[in-house]
C-alpha cells in the first residue's frame, strides 16, 4: 500500500542484517511509524547488467563511504555483461565464479571490498518516485536519499509456442499428432487464460496443453534459447553438449531466428562447434539497420562458405515443442524446419513497464524506454536511467537504440558524473559496435546515415565501408584492420572528415583508402 510510504522514519534499528552475499549490511535501517522497515542508502542501483555495474564502478572511482550504495536485482548474480559473448560457447562449461569467468570487474570480492551492498533474487514490485522509495515483493522497502538510478535493461522479445493439438476420438482416448508438418489449423498458439476457459467448452473436438507463462517461456524447453543472462548461456551449453552426446554436432540441426549482430555471432559459434546451422530473418539484409543488401550480401557469401545456410525474408511464427522440447520452427509460408535448437534473437524491449503511469515513458517509437533529459535525469527529480531502458530523444545521430558495452559504460560515467558533481553537462556519445565470427573482426563508428556507401576491398582480408553525406564521413565500418587502422579510421569519422570524392572513387584497395584518411 503506497500509503504507508507516507509516514516519516522515528527510529534507527540497530540490529544485524545481511545482504545476498552474506555481509552485513552497510546501510541505515529505520523504522517508519507504521512499524514497516526500510533500508536506507545515499544512492540505489535498481538492476545489475552491464549499466548497472559500471555505474557501481564509477561511484567506487568517485570515493563513495561504506554504507552509501546499494544494488538491487532480480537476478542471482552480481553485475556482468548480459550480452555475454558466443566465445564462451567454445568451452564446455561455465565456471560458477564470475571471477574466473571474467565477464565483469564487480564481482562478488570486489563489491565486498568496496562495502557495496547488493541484494540478489529481490524483485520490485512498486516505486514511488516522489521520495525514490522502492518495495519488494517481499515488503522491503529500500530508499535512496539522494538519487536511484534505473539500470534495468532490456529483455528479448518472445516468439509463440507451438503444440500438437490433442483430439479426442469416439472412444473417448486421447491421440496425439505427433508430427512438426501438421496444417496450420492443427497447431495452437500457447493460449491465454481466456481462450482456455473459451476452449474448455469446446473440449471434445480440440484440446491444448497447459500453455506456458510468458514469463517463462524458456523453463522446462529443452532447446529454446533467449540470450540475455548468464542462465540463459550456461544452459545453451548444456543444450549444446547434451545434443553432441546424444546424436553427435554434425546430426544436430540448429535454427538462429534473428539476423542482428548477436544472431550472427552465435550462428558462427555454433557452427564452429561442428553442428548443422540455419539463419531466418525477416528482413531482406543482415543487420537492416546497418548493412546496405550490398554490404549484407558479402556476409551472406561469407556464411554459406562457412556451411550456414541463410533464410531471407522470412519469420518464424512460432517454435514447434513436442514433450518440452523443441522439434521445428513454423516459417511464415507454413513451412516447419526440423530442429532441435531454437536460438531466438529478434530484438529487445525495455524493462519499463513498472514505471508505467510514474515516469514518462516512450513505447512506440525507434528508441522505447524511459525518457530521459540530457544529463540523463528522469521525468521525477532525482531519478536517473542508464543503458537499455532509457530513451534518448535528444539524441539524433543514431536512428535507433543503442545498446552496445560502451554505450553502457559511457552512460553509467555520466550520470554518477552529474549526481556526484551536480553539472547539467550533456550526454555525448560516439556511437560504435564490434562483432566477431570465425576469426573475422569487424567495427563500425558513427551513423549509417548518408547519401553514398563506399565499399573498398575484400571481406575476408580487410574491408571498408564509409557511409558519406555532403562530401564527409558520417559512418564507417572496417574488418580484420589492425589496431593503427582502426583508431585511424575511428578518428577520421569522428571528425566527419572531409574526402576528395573523386579520389575515393579510383581507389581500388583499403591500404591506399586509410593513407587517404
Given at each position: 500500500n ?22 552485513k ?15 536506507v ?5 535498481l538492476?545489475?547488467?552491464?549499466s ?5 564502478s564509477?561511484?567506487?572511482?568517485q ?100 503444440r500438437?493439438?490433442?483430439t ?42 497447459k500453455?506456458?507463462p510468458?514469463?517463462?517461456v ?13 542462465n ?10 547434451e545434443?553432441?552426446r ?9 535454427v538462429?531466428?534473428?539476423?542482428n ?9 555454433i ?9 531466418v ?18 556476409f ?8 550456414i ?12 515443442i513436442?514433450?518440452?522440447k ?9 513451412k516447419?524446419?526440423k ?26 517509437t525507434m ?9 540523463l535525469?528522469?521525468?521525477s527529480?532525482?531519478?536517473y536511467?542508464?543503458?537499455g ?38 550526454f ?23 547519401n ?22 558520417q ?5 580484420n ?37
Amino acid at each position: 500500500n503506497n500509503s504507508d510510504t507516507n509516514n516519516k522514519a522515528i527510529s534507527e534499528i540497530p540490529r544485524t542484517r545481511f545482504d545476498s552475499l552474506g555481509v552485513k549490511i552497510s546501510g541505515s535501517e529505520v523504522m517508519f511509524s507504521n512499524s514497516r522497515q526500510c533500508l536506507v542508502y545515499d544512492y540505489i542501483i535498481l538492476g545489475t547488467g552491464a549499466s548497472g555495474g559500471f555505474a557501481a564502478s564509477a561511484f567506487v572511482q568517485q570515493g563513495i563511504e561504506k554504507g552509501q550504495l546499494c544494488m538491487i536485482t532480480k537476478e542471482n548474480f552480481p553485475p556482468y555483461e548480459h550480452l555475454v559473448g558466443a566465445e564462451q560457447l567454445q568451452v564446455s562449461s561455465l565456471p560458477n565464479s564470475l571471477l574466473e569467468l571474467d565477464l565483469f570487474k564487480t564481482s562478488r570480492e570486489w563489491l565486498i571490498h568496496n562495502s557495496i551492498d547488493i541484494f540478489l533474487d529481490t524483485t520490485i514490485t512498486d516505486i514511488d518516485t516522489e521520495k525514490k522509495l522502492l518495495t519488494s515483493k517481499a515488503g522491503t522497502l529500500f530508499s535512496a536519499s539522494k538519487a536511484l538510478i534505473i539500470a534495468t535493461g532490456t529483455t528479448s522479445i518472445k516468439i509463440p509456442l507451438l503444440r500438437p493439438s490433442v483430439t479426442t476420438g469416439n472412444s473417448g482416448t486421447a491421440t496425439t499428432n505427433a508430427s512438426p508438418k501438421l496444417p496450420n489449423h492443427s497447431i495452437s498458439h500457447v493460449a491465454s487464460n481466456n481462450e482456455m476457459q473459451l476452449m474448455s467448452s469446446r473440449k471434445n473436438s480440440l484440446d491444448i496443453t497447459k500453455p506456458t507463462p510468458r514469463w517463462k517461456v524458456t523453463e522446462g524447453i529443452f532447446g529454446l534459447h533467449y540470450l540475455r543472462t548468464i542462465n540463459d548461456v550456461k544452459s545453451l551449453i548444456q543444450c549444446l553438449n547434451e545434443l553432441a552426446r546424444r546424436s553427435g554436432p554434425q546430426n544436430s540441426q540448429c535454427v538462429v531466428i534473428g539476423g542482428n549482430c548477436v544472431a550472427m555471432e552465435y550462428a558462427a559459434a555454433i557452427r564452429m562447434r561442428g553442428f548443422q546451422v540455419k539463419m531466418v530473418f525477416e528482413s531482406d539484409c543482415l543487420i537492416q539497420d546497418l548493412f546496405s543488401p550490398e554490404i549484407s550480401s558479402k556476409f551472406e557469401e561469407y556464411f554459406a562458405q562457412k556451411g550456414i545456410d541463410i533464410i531471407k525474408k522470412h519469420t518464424c511464427d512460432g517454435i514447434v515443442i513436442e514433450q518440452n522440447k523443441v522439434v521445428g520452427c513454423r516459417l511464415s509460408n507454413g513451412k516447419v524446419l526440423k530442429c532441435a535448437l531454437a536460438i531466438v534473437s529478434i530484438g529487445s524491449k525495455p524493462n519499463s513497464s513498472m514505471f508505467e503511469g510514474k515516469l514518462t515513458l516512450q513505447i512506440h517509437t525507434m528508441k522505447p524506454g524511459v525518457c530521459v533529459d540530457g544529463s540523463l535525469q528522469t521525468s521525477s527529480p532525482g531519478i536517473y536511467a542508464i543503458g537499455g531502458v532509457s530513451s534518448m530523444l535528444f539524441f539524433s545521430l543514431c536512428k535507433s537504440k543503442l545498446e552496445d558495452t560502451e554505450h553502457s559504460k559511457r552512460t553509467a560515467d555520466h550520470v554518477v558524473s552529474v549526481i556526484m558533481h551536480k553539472h547539467r553537462n550533456p550526454f555525448e556519445y560516439f556511437p560504435s559496435m564490434s562483432c566477431s565470427m570465425f576469426g573475422l573482426n569487424w567495427y563500425f563508428f558513427g551513423d549509417s546515415a548518408g547519401n553514398q556507401c563506399t565499399l573498398v576491398g575484400d571481406l575476408a582480408s580487410k574491408l571498408i565501408v564509409l557511409w558519406i553525406w555532403q562530401a564527409r564521413i558520417q559512418g564507417a565500418l572496417i574488418t580484420n584492420g589492425t589496431v593503427s587502422d582502426i583508431q585511424k579510421l575511428k578518428l577520421a569519422t569522428a571528425e566527419q572528415k572531409l574526402l576528395n570524392l573523386v579520389q575515393v572513387k579510383k581507389i581500388v584497395n583499403s591500404d591506399d583508402l586509410l593513407k587517404l584518411l
